[in-house]
């Protein structure tokens, strides 16, 4: 995507990653393997806990976490994500929502169901991100 930002109008300072579940694990070992330039400008991790043992570094992205407290490992992971990224001095955003319908937060569908307790994950990630410039002209 950034050797191609330029032609499609796209700030390369400004592409981040977004996973959910399992896709977050993934999109996360990606991040450990990549050369400080080729990392993310930030990192949403959905209900996606890592999948392997991370040690963040000082010049890491921000990183912005979703997840319902109901399914106790994947939080407990989420949580864990968190904390190594705040013992490395890195930002990092966590929300905790009480319950759950599903790993993607919309009851198995694409659209938050606002309905529920975390059907609101959309915009508070949508909130982060414009906060953080990333969204900003």
């Known amino acids: 995507v950034r050797e191609h930002a330029a032609e499609w109008g796209i700030d390369p300072a400004r592409i981040g990653v977004m996973g959910f579940s399992a ?7 990606g991040l450990i393997r990549a050369k400080a330039a080729e ?10 806990p890592a999948l392997e043992d991370i040690v963040p ?14 399914h106790f490992n994947v939080a407990a992971g989420c949580l864990a994500l968190f904390m190594e990224w705040k013992k490395a001095g890195v930002d990092a955003e966590l929300h905790v929502y009480g319950e759950g ?9 694409s659209t938050p169901d606002r ?8 915009e508070t990630c949508y909130s982060w991100l414009w906060a953080k410039g990333f969204l900003n002209k």
């Open 57 to 70: 570094e000082s010049d890491y992205p921000p990183l912005f976490v979703a997840v319902h407290a109901d």
């Open 115 to 122: 309905n529920t307790r975390n059907g609101s994950w959309l």
């Open 23 to 29: 896709g977050g694990g993934v999109e996360l070992s």
């Open 101 to 109: 319908t599903g790993g993607l937060f919309g009851g198995g569908g």
């Open 39 to 48: 990392r993310p400008a930030f990192v949403c991790s959905i209900f996606g």
